[in-house]
């Protein structure tokens, strides 16, 4: 099976920008996690998305969104870019249902200049 | 309550020998706890995971031990290698949820 892909790999926006980032998971799985890495925060939980609705959230501002497409593809946007916003955005894949194994993504590498 | 703390920061080990990450945690309804090991510029890879029903679980040479009263769970990588030399982060997670992660630990083997 092929493993989870994220798209672009690397970005650089400004300030004030918005992005959208893209996610296609595991053939199968129906749960697409986001997460946000930095060196300071660590691993922080964005939101979670099965079948096509938010299943759970994580403690970011409302400039953070995603949305979920019929064939489990997930695609995360963050409005009005901040310097803080610069991070590692990963993306996890889970079949949503029983054992709760989730697979990374190699992540997009988002720079705010 | 939602914390894992994660120690040590980072540790040398030389080749062959045993390398022992410790966890800790305060919520008593995390069900899951599984270890993620990061190269440079890669996403975390899951390594092994672990049940609170089990005191132990090994997949080769990595071992998970679990301690449910002292709600803490540490990794052990036996024979460390050189290639095992990468980021190692701890996390937990209750009813399906979200993945709490721990701060990390950067370990270093020496040839």
């Known amino acids: 099976k092929a493993g989870v892909t994220q798209t672009p790999r690397y970005l650089i926006k400004t300030r004030g920008q918005q992005v959208t980032l893209s996610c296609s998971p595991i053939?199968?799985?129906?749960?697409v996690s986001w997460y946000q890495q930095t060196p300071g925060q660590g691993l922080q939980f964005l939101f979670e998305?099965?079948?096509?609705?938010?299943?759970n959230k994580g403690n970011f501002p409302g400039r953070f969104s995603g949305r979920q497409f019929s064939n489990s593809r997930s695609e995360m946007n963050v409005s009005t870019l901040e310097l803080g916003d610069s991070a590692l955005y990963l993306c996890?894949?889970?079949?949503?249902?029983?054992?709760?194994?989730?697979?990374f993504g190699p992540g997009t590498r988002l720079t705010v200049l | 309550q939602q914390q894992v703390k994660q120690s040590p920061q980072s540790l040398i080990v030389q080749k062959g020998g045993i390398s022992i990450i410790n966890c800790a945690y305060e919520?008593?309804?995390?069900?899951?706890f599984p270890w993620y090991q990061q190269f440079p510029g890669k996403g975390p890879a899951l390594l092994i995971a672990?049940?609170?029903?089990?005191s132990e679980k090994k997949e080769g040479r990595f071992t998970i031990s679990f301690n449910k009263s002292a709600k803490q769970f540490s990794l052990h990588i036996m024979d460390s290698q050189p290639g095992d030399s990468a980021t190692y982060f701890c996390?937990?997670?209750?009813?399906?949820?979200?993945?709490?992660f721990g701060s990390g630990t950067r370990l270093q083997v020496q040839p």
């Open positions: 672990i049940r609170p029903d089990v």
């Open positions: 053939s199968g799985h129906r749960s």
């Open positions: 996890a894949s889970s079949s949503g249902q029983g054992p709760y194994e989730q697979f």
């Open positions: 998305y099965f079948s096509e609705t938010q299943r």
């Open positions: 919520n008593t309804a995390f069900d899951y």
């Open positions: 996390a937990a997670t209750a009813g399906r949820r979200a993945l709490t």
